[in-house]
Structures are given as C-alpha cells and as structure tokens.
Nanobody, 132 residues
C-alpha cells in the first residue's frame, strides 16, 4: 500500500509564507527515489490544478505559471519527503493542496507533468487559506 501524507497547511495573510511537507510510507517508501512527484491544488468549485513537479532525481522542476517565482518544490531522498515552499502568498492560492506520485518510474512513459490523471497515488490533502 502506498501512503502519502501532507502537512503544513494553515491560515496565512497575504504576502506570508508556508512550507508544505509530504511524507511517504508503505510499499512506496523504498521506491520513493524512483518516482517523479508533484503538488496539485483544488479550490472550492474548481478543477484540481497542477502546481509544481520534480523529477525522481531532483534534477528538474516544473511550475505552473501562476506560482513560478513564488513557490519552490524540493525533495529529500534520504527522508523520503517532498516539500513545497510557498512565498508571497496570495488569496488566490487558497485551496486544498495534494501531493501525488507521477506514473512511471524513472520518468518512463509518456505522461504529462500537469495532468492529474497521470499521477496514480495521492495524499489526503492539506488546507491552505490566505486572507487578504
């Protein structure tokens, strides 16, 4: 069983910062370093949208235009952890944030970085609320 558990969400004022964490466990724990990982978010009444992703090796990162320059994705292979540092937060960043495992070990397969359907395991989400 693959488990991903997010933490670090909360209430923040505009311009503030938060750091989200995603811990992996279960059968995925030992295979964590083989998979690309991503962060998505979903606001009330909206579709789940891509935020950021990082290759299994940590060598490349990808960001949605809306967060580029403000958010930073990173991973700690030794701790099997994924992070999302969010700076200069805006009210439009308010959403439930999810970490997810991208399909295909070692970036194999023709999977997109932005499509939620190309991620196969998800955490339960953590709420981020940014007040104006």
């Amino acid at each position: 069983q693959v488990q991903l558990v997010e933490s670090g969400g909360g209430l923040m004022q505009t311009g503030g910062s938060l750091r989200l964490s995603c811990a992996s466990s279960g059968v995925f724990f030992n295979a964590y370093t083989s998979y690309d990982m991503g962060w998505f978010r979903q606001a009330p009444g909206k579709e789940r949208e891509f935020v950021a992703a990082i290759k299994w090796s940590g060598s490349s990162t990808y960001y949605a235009d809306s967060v580029k320059g403000r958010f930073t994705i990173s991973r700690d292979s030794a701790k099997k952890m994924l992070y999302l540092q969010m700076n200069s937060l805006k009210p439009e960043d308010t959403a439930v944030y999810y970490c997810a495992r991208r399909k295909g070990p070692y970036s194999s397969g023709s999977y997109s970085w932005e499509n939620p359907s190309d991620y196969d395991y998800w955490g339960q989400g953590t709420q981020v609320t940014v007040s104006s």
